[in-house]
């Protein structure tokens, strides 16, 4: 499993406020392909939404779209590039995950971006960017963005360079 390796590339910095956040995310959606796979990783209120919002605006989704994925699994988003922004909070195990489908979105034409990567870290495919956040007082989180794989380090450098 690529999540026991060590990264190809990682780097950390610290977001002083939400704007902040937002602003790193919204880079970030710029900068996404299709077969790019994310996993957010953090408490609740670490901010893994909050990034999300920002990478589906850089990413050219109408914000009116974007919602916290509460009752479904995967919420699709059609963007630039289609994106699928999916939350495995609410699930247990593995099978679990099977039976929702996820699985098979993995891999596919168009980007993904994962809360609660760490529930199922099974989940995520061989190359992966995974970026942990926390909270580090009222209003700074800390980012630990780890890269597996060729195509995700490349993308780290374009993001964070
Ligand atoms: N530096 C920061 N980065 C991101 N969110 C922040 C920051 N400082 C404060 N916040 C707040 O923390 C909350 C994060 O909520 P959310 O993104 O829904 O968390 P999660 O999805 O991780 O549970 C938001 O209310 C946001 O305004
Ligand atoms: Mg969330």
């Known amino acids: 499993m690529s999540?026991?390796?060590?990264?190809?590339r990682s780097r950390?910095?610290?977001?002083?406020?939400?704007?902040?956040?937002?602003?790193?995310?919204v880079k970030l959606g710029q900068l996404l392909q299709p077969g790019d796979f994310v996993g957010l990783i953090g408490d609740l209120g670490a901010g893994k939404t909050h990034l999300v919002r920002g990478v589906a605006e850089g990413a050219g989704v109408a914000q009116s779209e974007v919602a916290s994925p509460t009752f479904a699994i995967?919420?699709?988003?059609?963007?630039?590039?289609?994106?699928?922004?999916?939350?495995l909070y609410r699930?247990?195990?593995y099978d679990e995950l099977y039976a929702t489908g996820f699985?098979?979105?993995?891999?596919?034409?168009?980007?993904?971006?994962?809360?609660w990567l760490d529930r199922i870290p099974?989940?995520?495919p061989r190359d992966f960017l995974r970026v942990t956040l926390r909270h580090e007082g009222e209003?700074?989180?800390?980012?630990?963005?780890?890269?597996?794989?060729?195509?995700p380090a490349a993308l780290l450098d374009a993001w964070l360079g």
């Not at 999540?3 to 190809?8: R, V």
């Not at 993995?106 to 980007?111: F, P, S």
């Not at 209003?139 to 195509?151: Q, T, Y």
Request: cysteine-free.
């Open 122 to 124: 099974q989940a995520a």
């Open 139 to 151: 209003d700074a989180r800390s980012l630990d963005v780890e890269a597996f794989g060729a195509r």
């Open 12 to 25: 950390r910095l610290v977001s002083p406020s939400p704007e902040e956040t937002h602003r790193l995310g």
């Open 74 to 87: 995967v919420y699709p988003y059609e963007g630039r590039i289609p994106l699928y922004h999916a939350d």
């Open 103 to 115: 699985l098979d979105l993995v891999g596919g034409d168009h980007a993904m971006l994962v809360e």
């Open 3 to 8: 999540n026991a390796e060590q990264p190809t």
């Open 91 to 93: 699930l247990t195990d």
